[in-house]
């Protein structure tokens, strides 16, 4: 049964009925028009404020002649503009491209290319990074927060981005917006091959923030949530995890754009933050500058990285009355896709958590059939947080929706909770002497020897093992770690692991080679420990 509709204007029908991203926000600005939203190095930006301000660059936007479902590129750090702009695309079903501004300028180039990007929005510091991509590239309209006249690294006129949105200050923007259009493109992280695009729906986006502000403690009304960020909005865990849920909620985000321990403690205390996810380093870091525990503080999350038992009680000290839970996820299935319930903190601490209530989570073998718990496959996804696919990649697409799920690339298992344990990346799985090794799982243990504040496990080639486990360790202190450090760190992982898991070889460094959200460049360690 469908509805005769063909007396309405399309428009109406749409702006009725439609799921999207910019109403979100349109929706809390009128509720809550005068709390603050954003608190950005010390300005404070109302809903109101934020609402008309991405609603006049939505209207900007346009007046490019830019067209429908087209990339807006995004050079920026974290920033209340930052937020603007993504609200901007979303109003004006234009797609939101956050670039990882932590990458070189020739791979911005590339995906600002193969985008097919002619709008790109970029902070004034940012503008050496486009050098590779302006040096060729078509007509562009270049707008730069902080900045006015020519370009010096291009040569091109910019336009300022505080004139281009004041110039179209009005009403609601008010354009056809589907459900299923793309709000977002996020460019992976490419590993052994070029970054991909992964295109994301309004809906995906929506009922993945929704979930999120369901699952991790957002309420709506007169209690809200205060987030302190650091982590970059130009990835899906700040953005889609962390952020927006609170924005959909009518709570408030406290952003930095560098990690800075005193400055966040002190925020934290100042605003009575009840949320923050950081690494598990950062955490550290707090521990190190803080001693007096921080009471307002109901969720800690941490990410990327296991976090040693010793470490975790300490965290729970800090922060006395939050829930310390480990969150998971990837850019193909809007994260979080499972996450520990708070009762796992000390339980499960090691786990990745059940499904939350919108994803089905199910493990598959090579064949495409699913396992029952306690088998370990290749972790898949189905629900509406699963991106639409990845631009200008069949192929990909090919591989990754296979047999109806969406295949996530990592491996694990289901216990009898259906709570959900990661052992490793596919590629990760480190084959020794015929033996699978679990990176994670030595990783785990490495990481609680004595001395150790971080550690990356991967295989290198042996003539006699065909892999052998390698250990890259940075010490908590370097002066003081001695020449026998790397044998300490091998005698502790004896003491934990089976012998075909202990690490032939423990290399120690200062700092491991990461991407912007903190996670090990594995692929980056291995080319240097075979040069």
Not at 198 to 211: A, D, K, N, R, W
Not at 291 to 300: I, N, Q, T
Not at 480 to 509: E, M, N, T, W, Y
Request: proline share 6%; aromatic share 6%.
């Amino acid at each position: 049964m469908r509805p005769d509709l063909s007396a309405i204007p399309a428009l109406d029908v749409n702006l009725a009925t439609r799921a999207a991203v910019g109403d979100a926000l349109t929706r809390t600005a009128r509720m809550f028009g005068d709390r603050t939203a954003i608190v950005d190095a010390g300005r404070d930006l109302s809903y109101r404020e934020l609402d008309e301000v991405s609603s006049a660059l939505a209207r900007a936007l346009l007046g490019t002649g830019v067209a429908r479902q087209q990339p807006v590129a995004m050079l920026m750090a974290n920033s209340w503009q930052f937020v603007a702009t993504y609200f901007a695309c979303a109003k004006s079903a234009l797609v939101a491209l956050p670039v990882n501004i932590a990458l070189a300028p020739d791979d911005i180039a590339w995906i600002l290319r193969d985008a097919g990007a002619t709008v790109v929005v970029a902070d004034a510091a940012a503008l050496p990074l486009l050098t590779d991509f302006l040096a060729d590239a078509p007509e562009v309209t270049l707008v730069v927060v902080g900045a006015h006249g020519a370009d010096a690294s291009g040569g091109r006129t910019v336009v300022s981005w505080d004139d281009f949105t004041a110039e179209h200050a009005g009403g609601p923007v008010e354009v056809i917006v589907e459900d299923r259009d793309t709000v977002q493109c996020l460019y992976t992280s490419g590993t052994t091959s070029r970054p991909k695009g992964v295109l994301v729906s309004h809906v995906s986006v929506l009922i993945g923030g929704m979930t999120n502000a369901l699952q991790i403690g957002h309420s709506w009304g007169a209690d809200p949530s205060t987030l302190v960020n650091v982590l970059p909005l130009f990835h899906t865990t700040a953005l889609n995890t962390l952020v927006l849920p609170v924005l959909f909620t009518g709570g408030t985000v406290v952003l930095f754009a560098r990690f800075d321990p005193a400055a966040m403690l002190t925020a934290i205390e100042d605003h009575s933050a009840t949320h923050l996810m950081l690494l598990p380093i950062m955490y550290r870091a707090l521990l190190a500058a803080r001693g007096a525990g921080l009471p307002s503080v109901r969720r800690a999350v941490y990410a990327m990285a296991p976090m040693p038992e010793d470490v975790l009680k300490l965290v729970d000290e800090l922060f006395p009355n939050a829930a310390v839970i480990l969150g998971s996820g990837q850019t193909e299935v809007v994260p979080a896709t499972v996450l520990q319930w708070p009762e796992h903190q000390h339980t499960k601490a090691n786990s990745w958590g059940p499904a939350v209530p919108t994803v089905e989570t199910g493990i598959m073998d090579g064949s495409g059939a699913l396992l029952p718990r306690g088998e370990s496959g290749e972790i898949v996804y189905r629900g509406p947080h699963v991106a639409s696919g990845y631009w200008n990649n069949p192929e990909a697409n090919r591989v990754s929706f296979a047999h109806g799920w969406f295949h996530s690339g990592d491996i694990g298992h289901l216990d009898d909770e259906q709570v959900l344990w990661f052992t490793d990346r596919l590629k990760d799985i480190i084959k020794s002497g015929g033996e699978n090794v679990s990176s994670v799982d030595v990783e785990r243990v490495v990481t609680a020897a004595p001395g150790v504040a971080e550690c990356s496990i991967v295989g290198v080639p042996d003539d006699r093992w065909g892999e052998a486990v390698c250990a890259v360790v940075v010490p908590a202190d370097p002066d003081s770690a001695g020449d026998d450090f790397p044998a300490r760190v091998i005698a502790h992982a004896k003491a934990h692991l089976a012998g075909f898991q202990v690490p032939k070889r423990v290399v120690v460094v200062t700092e491991l080679p990461k991407t912007a959200t903190g996670k090990t460049r594995k692929h980056a360690l291995r080319a240097q420990l075979t040069e």
